[in-house]
């Protein structure tokens, strides 16, 4: 029978030595999360739609601004000027997520043009609306490489920024309803976005420690370009298979993002907010092809 080492730390003795050590640790790993003053953002996409408006959102609330667009920089410009507007600092480059790995380094880049990066908001994004049967290999890879492949990378750039400067972090990945619920022609898309709300909870295990949160915002049918519905007022457009019987607006979903990357989501991580009307309570295609207000009655 073999003889307990003295020292071993299975000994109660020395565990109960070791214990204020380490609660002590823990209040010195979470202080940067409850300290957190998020004051440079980089948004993703942001030259239009849910990140134009997401950027905007964010400077609002005291932020410099990183925006990266990928063939609209008139766009991303007329962004910028409104994220000027509030006061703040704002900051364009191109991003190509079909350029892996290096299309990452633009994280990097926006982090030393803003002195320092607080938020990343993951924005960016591509779909197809192709049969299973039909969709080639390079479309398929081209969505997983944008809509997953691109945010994991940016945000391990982001996730090291923030590590080195020991302020903690917020990280939101714009994933879709169809990161919960599948649609017919977008099984890429649907693929992807599954992924990037899986990665999420991920990494909101793996950065908990460093005081960075990371959340997953999944929009339902919202009006700007990639919907066909840029500059449309919502309230004149009827959603019979949505409840609240209209699509949302861009400023919407930004108003959610902001609470994640703000100080007051300090104890939220891991999770994904559907900021979709209802629609995930009806199927994610009543939205478009439901016809009528029969399902509200018994």
Not at 10 to 26: G, L, S, W
Not at 98 to 109: F, Q, R, S
Not at 114 to 134: E, K, Q, S, Y
Request: hydrophobic residues 40%; glycine residues 12%.
């Amino acid at each position: 029978m073999s003889r307990r080492n003295p020292t071993s730390r299975t000994n109660r003795t020395d565990t109960e030595e070791t214990e204020p050590v380490a609660h002590e640790q823990t209040a010195q790993q979470a202080a940067p999360v409850q300290d957190f003053r998020p004051r440079r953002a980089v948004v993703t996409g942001a030259d239009s739609g849910i990140g134009r408006a997401t950027a905007v959102r964010l400077a609002a609330d005291g932020m410099d601004v990183g925006i990266t667009y990928l063939h609209d920089r008139e766009g991303a410009e007329a962004t910028a000027e409104e994220v000027r507007g509030h006061g703040r600092k704002a900051a364009v480059r191109r991003l190509d997520l079909t350029e892996l790995p290096g299309a990452a380094d633009v994280i990097d880049a926006l982090a030393d043009d803003l002195g320092g990066l607080d938020v990343l908001v993951n924005c960016a994004g591509t779909g197809t609306a192709t049969p299973f049967l039909d969709i080639d290999h390079a479309t398929v890879r081209e969505v997983l490489d944008v809509d997953l492949v691109g945010p994991f990378l940016c945000s391990q750039r982001a996730a090291r920024v923030m590590i080195a400067r020991g302020n903690g972090g917020r990280i939101v990945n714009i994933t879709s309803v169809h990161e919960h619920q599948p649609r017919v022609g977008a099984a890429p898309y649907c693929a992807a976005k599954g992924g990037l709300g899986l990665l999420t909870q991920v990494m909101a295990l793996e950065l908990a420690e460093h005081g960075i949160t990371v959340n997953a915002v999944a929009p339902g049918e919202i009006a700007t370009p990639m919907t066909g519905q840029e500059d449309v007022d919502v309230r004149t457009e009827r959603r019979p298979g949505i409840p609240v019987g209209r699509p949302g607006d861009a400023r919407e979903v930004a108003s959610v993002v902001a609470f994640l990357a703000g100080p007051e989501s300090s104890y939220v991580t891991g999770a994904s907010w559907a900021v979709d009307g209802g629609m995930l309570r009806m199927g994610p295609q009543a939205g478009s092809h439901l016809a009528d207000d029969s399902w509200r009655r018994p």
